[in-house]
């Protein structure tokens, strides 16, 4: 079965410098990845996705993940940090979707990133 | 803007009674996922459709849990008997999956349960 570990719980950075979140993934074949951002009493919102091809991917609010397949890994990372990018962050995994029952999305814990002044 | 939509936001219960909580997921997609969020847990798989088949719902609690697909338009996960364990936030998403490969799944806003 698919599994994904976020080893952080909390991350505090100050504001302008750098984020990176850590996202391990279990699954036997080529995996789609997901990146997605929580406000607090908001839904999730889709940050990024790796499906096949380079295997840095850009997203919205100027993040971007690498996909590592060595080291099964799908790291965030956003170069400086604002204020507004206080929130939880989760990382999802989904199979493909051959199989009748495929493309479940299994959640990460989250990692809560706080934004000191 | 295509946004799925949930109902009630926010629902106050008390034990034993019944609850149902409502899903209107974009129009054109084929997938339909129910989540429960809560601290201790994080986001729970509960159930899912195709094409309003369900696909999965093994996360479910049969005993009291029931999600259903009444048309494309409208997706359902019902309580009942409501437990104050049952109390947390529950997520609708929807996605379009063709027969092979995947697209990402669009959240709703949550409906945030408590139980007393």
């Known amino acids: 079965a698919q599994s994904v570990t976020q080893p952080d719980i909390h991350i505090t950075v100050s504001e302008g410098a750098s984020l990176e979140l850590r996202c391990n993934y279990s699954y036997g074949a080529t995996p789609y990845l997901f990146w997605y951002v929580q406000s607090p009493g908001q839904g999730l919102q889709l940050l990024l996705k790796?499906?096949?091809?380079?295997?840095l991917v850009q997203g919205i609010k100027g993040f971007e993940a690498e996909f590592k397949r060595s080291q099964s890994s799908f790291n965030l990372r956003k170069p400086s940090v604002h204020w507004s990018d206080a929130a939880e962050y989760f990382c999802?995994?989904?199979?493909?979707?051959?199989?009748?029952?495929?493309?479940?999305?299994?959640f990460g814990g989250g990692t809560r990133v706080l934004v000191k002044p | 803007d295509a946004r799925v939509t949930q109902t009630p936001r926010h629902k106050v219960t008390e034990m034993g009674q019944e609850v149902t909580m409502r899903c209107q997921p974009i129009?054109?997609?084929?997938?339909v996922f129910w989540y429960r969020q809560t601290m201790m847990q994080g986001l729970e798989l509960l159930a899912y459709?195709?094409?309003?088949?369900?696909?999965?719902d093994s996360g479910m609690p049969k005993d009291r849990f029931s999600a259903e697909m009444p048309d494309a338009t409208l997706a359902t996960l019902k309580i009942q008997p409501s437990e104050p364990r049952d109390s947390a936030v529950y997520f609708c998403a929807s996605g379009l999956v063709r027969s092979r490969g995947h697209t990402e799944a669009f959240f709703g806003q949550g409906t945030r349960l408590t139980v007393v």
């Open positions: 459709f195709r094409n309003r088949a369900p696909l999965d």
């Open positions: 790796y499906f096949s091809g380079d295997t």
């Open positions: 999802a995994v989904a199979d493909e979707g051959v199989k009748a029952a495929g493309n479940k999305l299994t």
């Open positions: 129009l054109g997609h084929n997938t």
